[in-house]
C-alpha cells in the first residue's frame, strides 16, 4: 500500500503516520525527518538544509526525489509506505507518479487532514514548548512562512489529487483517536 498523508504543518501528519506504523506494520517516510537525520549527521546536505528550513523555504525537488526514490528501493518498504511531507510540489508528485509507474504500483490513498490554521499556531507553539529547541523551524514566524509555502506550492496537490480520485479528507480538528479511524475507514 502506498498512502500519502497530506496537510498543512502541524496538522498532524506524523502523529496519525505514528499509528499506521505501529498498526499495520507499514514503513513511514518523513522527508521531513530524513533532513533532520541530515543535519544530526552534520552532513553537507544536512548543512544546506538546515538553513533552508529554518527559513520555512522548500528544499529542492531533485534533492527531496532522490532521498525519496533510494530509500522507497529498501527492502524494508516492500510492504508498503506512508509519505508524510512528501509530496509537496507539483513537480514532486509527477516524479512520483513516474517512479511508481517505473516499479510497476502506484499510490492508493491521498489522505488529507484538514485543519484550521489558527489552531495551527496553538499547536506549533504547543510542539516547541514540549520539544525544547529540537526542531528549530517549530515557531511563529517560521509557521508563517511555512503556512504560505504550503498554500502556494503544496495545496495546488490536492486537485491534482481529486482529478485522479485518488484524494480524501479527514476532519483534523477532533481528537488523535478519531482522526485516526477517519483515515482506518478511507484505508481500509
Ligand atoms: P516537515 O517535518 O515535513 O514539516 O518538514 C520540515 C521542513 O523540511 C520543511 O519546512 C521543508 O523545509 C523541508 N522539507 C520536508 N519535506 C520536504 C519536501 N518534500 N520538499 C521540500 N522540502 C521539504
Redesign the pocket.
Known amino acids: 500500500m502506498i498512502l500519502i498523508l497530506f496537510g498543512a504543518?502541524g496538522a498532524g501528519k506524523g502523529t496519525q503516520a505514528t499509528r499506521l506504523v505501529e498498526e499495520r506494520g507499514l514503513v513511514q517516510l518523513?522527508?521531513?525527518?530524513m533532513?533532520r537525520a541530515a543535519i544530526a549527521a552534520g552532513s553537507e546536505l544536512g548543512l544546506r538544509a538546515k538553513e533552508?528550513?529554518d527559513r520555512?523555504?522548500?528544499?529542492s525537488d531533485d534533492i527531496?526525489v532522490g532521498m525519496i526514490a533510494e530509500r522507497m528501493d529498501a527492502p524494508d518498504c516492500a510492504n508498503g509506505v506512508i509519505l508524510?511531507?512528501?509530496?509537496?510540489?507539483v513537480a514532486?508528485a509527477e516524479a512520483l507518479d513516474e517512479m511508481l509507474d517505473a516499479r510497476g504500483t502506484g499510490i492508493d490513498h491521498v489522505v488529507e487532514i484538514k485543519v484550521d490554521e489558527a489552531a495551527l499556531f496553538a499547536r506549533i507553539e504547543n510542539r516547541a514548548a514540549e520539544s525544547g529547541d529540537a526542531r528549530s523551524?517549530d515557531n511563529a514566524d517560521t509557521l508563517r512562512k511555512?503556512l504560505a509555502v504550503y498554500h502556494e506550492n503544496t495545496a495546488p496537490l490536492l486537485p491534482y489529487y481529486e482529478a485522479r480520485g485518488l484524494l480524501s479528507s479527514v476532519d483534523g480538528m477532533t481528537s488523535i483517536e478519531d482522526v485516526a479511524s477517519s483515515v482506518a475507514k478511507i484505508v481500509g
Not at 508524510?84 to 510540489?89: A, L, V, Y
Open positions: 504543518p518523513s522527508t521531513g525527518d533532513l533552508i528550513m520555512g523555504d522548500l528544499v527531496m508524510d511531507g512528501f509530496p509537496r510540489t514532486q523551524d511555512r
